[in-house]
T-cell receptor
Framework: AQSVTQLGSHVSVSEGALVLLRCNYSSSVPPYLFWYVQYPNQGLQLLLKYTTGATLVKGINGFEAEFKKSETSFHLTKPSAHMSDAAEYFCAVTPRDGYNKLIFGAGTRLAVHP | GAGVSQSPRYKVAKRGQDVALRCDPISGHVSLFWYQQALGQGPEFLTYFQNEAQLDKSGLPSDRFFAERPEGSVSTLKIQRTQQEDSAVYLC????????????????FGPGTRLLVL
């Protein structure tokens, strides 16, 4: 069965610092990969996704992620954190066949301090 | 255009009560999903509809949980005889139908219904 592991339930960075949120998946066949962001009392918003093609994917709000098949990873990065980036981030996968049921990691709460 | 909407946004129920949670997907979206998000956890899949057909209900935690989408649009998640462990945020998402061989369609999420069972 597929699973998603997000290392670090809480990450704290300074404003302007690099943001790195880690995600590893477990699957015999590389799935489709997603990062969602959740602000307090709001639903999930898609940041970016990898389906095929270029392994470096750019998303909204300056975020990007790189799919590394050899490492079964899909880490999320942003060169310079803003205060508004403080939120919960979820990595998710869905199998390439069948319908697109999402399997989520436990989430990483990002705090940005001045 | 309008996104996915859910109602109510908050629901407090006494243990043993029945509750009904509503989801209005984006117009024209064929696929509809329900997820349960416990406090401090990632969302977990409950059930999936393609139009009015419930194709997967493997994530429903017990037979107290029931979902329907009778006309292929609005969906209702019903929980009978609520228990404290049912307290969670219930998220609904919709997407266009996925065509075999193409990339996975994005799921658009509603704001969720926060259920608290006392």
């Amino acid at each position: 069965a597929q699973s998603v592991t997000q290392l670090g339930s809480h990450v704290s960075v300074s404003e302007g610092a690099l943001v790195l949120l880690r995600c590893n998946y477990s699957s015999s066949v590389p799935p489709y990969l997603f990062w969602y962001v959740q602000y307090p009392n709001q639903g999930l918003q898609l940041l970016l996704k990898y389906t095929t093609g270029a392994t470096l994917v750019k998303g909204i709000n300056g975020f990007e992620a790189e799919f590394k098949k050899s490492e079964t990873s899909f880490h999320l990065t942003k060169p310079s954190a803003h205060m508004s980036d403080a939120a919960e981030y979820f990595c998710a996968v869905t199998p390439r066949d069948g319908y697109n049921k999402l399997i989520f990691g436990a989430g990483t709460r990002l705090a940005v301090h001045p | 255009g309008a996104g996915v909407s859910q109602s109510p946004r908050y629901k407090v129920a006494k243990r043993g009560q029945d509750v009904a949670l509503r989801c209005d997907p984006i117009s024209g979206h064929v696929s509809l999903f329900w997820y349960q998000q416990a406090l401090g956890q990632g969302p977990e899949f409950l059930t999936y509809f393609q139009n009015e057909a419930q194709l997967d209900k493997s994530g429903l935690p017990s037979d107290r949980f029931f979902a329907e989408r009778p006309e292929g649009s609005v969906s209702t998640l019903k929980i009978q005889r609520t228990q404290q462990e049912d307290s969670a945020v219930y998220l609904c998402a919709s997407s266009l139908e996925r065509t075999s061989g193409t990339f996975s369609e994005t799921q658009y999420f509603g704001p969720g219904t926060r259920l608290l069972v006392l």
